[in-house]
Nanobody, 130 residues
């Protein structure tokens, strides 16, 4: 079983920032699609950001949910096999459980389809107060 390790959640006030981290096994980090999802209360799990594999970081493609564009950014440290999600200008509606996920390479469906991600982290809680 493959286990991703995500962390970095916490409690902040609206307008604040958090940086989430996800440590990934090397082979998966390099060859799989890597993404952040979140589960907001009373809503379906939704894709937040995606990094496609491409070898050199400059060739990687990033995708973002419309609701987080301009506020969240996905990044990585290849030497540490670690994926990050930098979240700024946080809003109360961003509150929820955030998950790191690794998806099948070569997937041609929607980028945020959770069914294509077989490996997940435990989740890290983000709470944003008004």
């Amino acid at each position: 079983q493959v286990q991703l390790v995500d962390s970095g959640g916490g409690s902040v006030q609206a307008g604040g920032a958090l940086k989430l981290s996800c440590v990934v096994p090397k082979d998966i980090y390099t060859g799989f699609r890597m993404a952040w999802f979140r589960q907001i209360p009373e809503k379906e799990r939704e894709g937040v950001a995606l990094r496609l594999p491409g070898g050199e970081p400059v060739y990687y493609t990033m995708h973002y949910a419309d609701s987080v564009k301009g506020r969240f950014i996905i990044s990585e440290d290849n030497a540490k096999n670690t994926l990050y999600l930098q979240m700024t200008s946080l809003k109360p509606e961003d509150s929820g459980m955030y998950y790191c996920a690794a998806g099948f390479p070569g997937w041609t469906g929607s980028w945020d389809d959770a069914r294509s991600f077989p490996y997940w982290g435990q989740g890290t809680q983000v709470s944003v107060s008004s």
